[in-house]
T-cell receptor
Framework: QKEVEQDPGPLSVPEGAIVSLNCTYS??????FMWYRQYSRKGPELLMY????GNKEDGRFTAQVDKSSKYISLFIRDSQPSDSATYLC??????????FGTGTSLTVIP | NAGVMQNPRHLVRRRGQEARLRCSPM?????VYWYRQLPEEGLKFMVY????????ESGMPKERFSAEFPKEGPSILRIQQVVRGDSAAYFC??????????FGPGTRLTVT
């Protein structure tokens, strides 16, 4: 079983839609959760970073962590064509090793 | 504040040669991580270093691969006697603590 599972998509939505991206994980000891955006042939860019359970909002982005279900989500409101990218979830227990999902490819259609 | 820098951006090596990948962390960051990314796969952790110390190398193959982060200068990922299976994108990330990571643009290694 993989440490982190993420649906690869692809996901295609019209501009302005709300996007929901999700990951599940197997290790209940993970404490820190991150979302990255990666454009083609570029390095991942940190979007959101949360500790333990709960919600965190930053502009159009909201990250949710449900440790009881071992499930994390990223919501993008009012999606824009510039949001088209691959979104990676990541998590760590103690900051030594980070485990990444395989990424979800998102296309926002104008 | 300049971001994480990696060079070269593209590297071509013949089988059996050595590959040296460099990573200069962001100013003030003392933690460096190296990852490998293959097409259709996620980022795979290789090694975590702090200045002059390897903290966790459990993701790095025991043979042919080594990493260092000297007191002065960039972090180096070294692959000896490269094989075709080493072809991948290699990313480094730096961090001011142990939880936030900022990635460089990557080095794309092609082994012919």
């Amino acid at each position: 079983q993989k440490e982190v599972e993420q649906d690869p998509g692809p996901l295609s939505v019209p501009e302005g839609a709300i996007v929901s991206l999700n990951c599940t994980y197997s290790n209940s000891a993970f404490q820190y959760f991150m979302w990255y955006r990666q454009y083609s042939r570029k390095g991942p860019e940190l979007l959101m970073y949360t500790y333990s359970s709960g919600n965190k909002e930053d502009g159009r982005f909201t990250a949710q962590v449900d440790k009881s279900s071992k499930y994390i989500s990223l919501f993008i409101r009012d999606s824009q064509p510039s949001d088209s990218a691959t979104y990676l979830c990541a998590m760590t227990l103690n900051g030594n090793q980070f485990y990444f999902g395989t990424g979800t490819s998102l296309t926002v259609i104008p | 504040n300049a971001g994480v820098m990696q060079n070269p951006r593209h590297l071509v090596r013949r089988r059996g040669q050595e590959a040296r990948l460099r990573c200069s962390p962001m100013k003030g960051h003392s933690h460096v991580y190296w990852y490998r990314q293959l097409p259709e796969e996620g980022l795979k952790f290789m090694v975590y270093l702090q200045k002059e110390n390897i903290i966790d190398e459990s993701g790095m193959p025991k043979e042919r691969f080594s990493a260092e982060f000297p007191k002065e200068g960039p972090s180096i990922l070294r692959i000896q006697q490269v094989v075709r299976g080493d072809s991948a994108a290699y990313f480094c990330a730096s961090s001011p603590s142990e939880y936030e990571q900022y990635f460089g643009p990557g080095t794309r290694l092609t082994v012919t």
